[in-house]
């Protein structure tokens, strides 16, 4: 599975925000609203101040979702672990460039795996640090928060970063954004040339999941 092709808005749900005593059920919940991504928010406990999930438990969401696995590597050292995401089930692998010495090499090491590549910005980081390999992506990511945690209110100064990149990446790369997205963020960030909209609170803290993504995607309009 691929990410899905640019010219459309998309939402890609975090499973952070999810029950994760009912995953399953979950991940099928918003599968059946009609999503065409799922965002995998991987933490190690140090690049980030906190721990999710590993391969092991992607390996288990893929026998029960045919949804495109947008995992996103907030680890230390993603090239230690990239090949593991991939073989459980991951279709597209974004990473921090703050982790990463050779981009370059390592974006080509991972299409080697097979799968779509991005990369991604912490909300202290320039643009200027990712000129180099956007174009050599599929999307990149921009944190709109700091990582590691749900619930936080999006950085504004942060997600104008997307108006730069999306200059430099043209019409043929997706960028996605990241924390505090929600239908009142959602005109905001779209205005600055984001097209894929990552969202856990605002989606799995609400009822009717079906009715939140709508509500989402309405602000994109």
């Known amino acids: 599975m691929r990410l899905p092709k640019t010219g459309t808005v998309e939402v890609s749900p975090s499973i952070l925000s999810a029950d994760f005593s009912k995953l399953a059920s979950e991940i099928a919940e918003v599968e059946a609203a009609g999503i065409k991504m799922l965002h995998l928010d991987i ?24 949804l495109v696995f947008d995992t996103h590597l907030m680890i230390t050292d993603p090239g230690k672990y990239a090949e593991d995401f991939v073989k459980a089930g991951s279709d597209h692998i974004t990473f921090h460039i703050e982790t990463v010495d050779e981009p370059e090499k390592f974006i080509e090491y991972l299409r080697s795996l097979g799968v779509t590549v991005g990369v991604c910005l912490n909300p202290e980081t320039p643009v200027e640090a990712i000129e180099k390999v956007i174009t050599l992506c599929d999307m990149v990511l921009v944190m709109t928060v700091h990582p590691g945690f749900g619930g936080q209110e999006l950085i504004d100064e942060a997600a104008r970063k997307c108006t730069r990149i999306r200059e430099i990446a043209g019409a043929n790369i997706r960028i996605e954004v990241d924390g505090g997205i929600d239908p009142v963020t959602t005109p905001t960030v779209i205005s600055y040339g984001a097209d894929t909209l990552v969202a856990g609170n605002a989606i799995f803290g609400k009822t009717d999941r079906k009715a939140a993504i709508n509500a989402i995607m309405a602000g994109s309009n």
Do not use: Q, T
């Not at 406990?45 to 288990?60: D, E, L, T």
């Open 43 to 66: 933490m190690d406990g140090h690049f980030v101040p906190n721990m999710s999930f590993g391969a092991p438990v992607v390996a288990k969401l893929r026998k029960c979702s045919k």
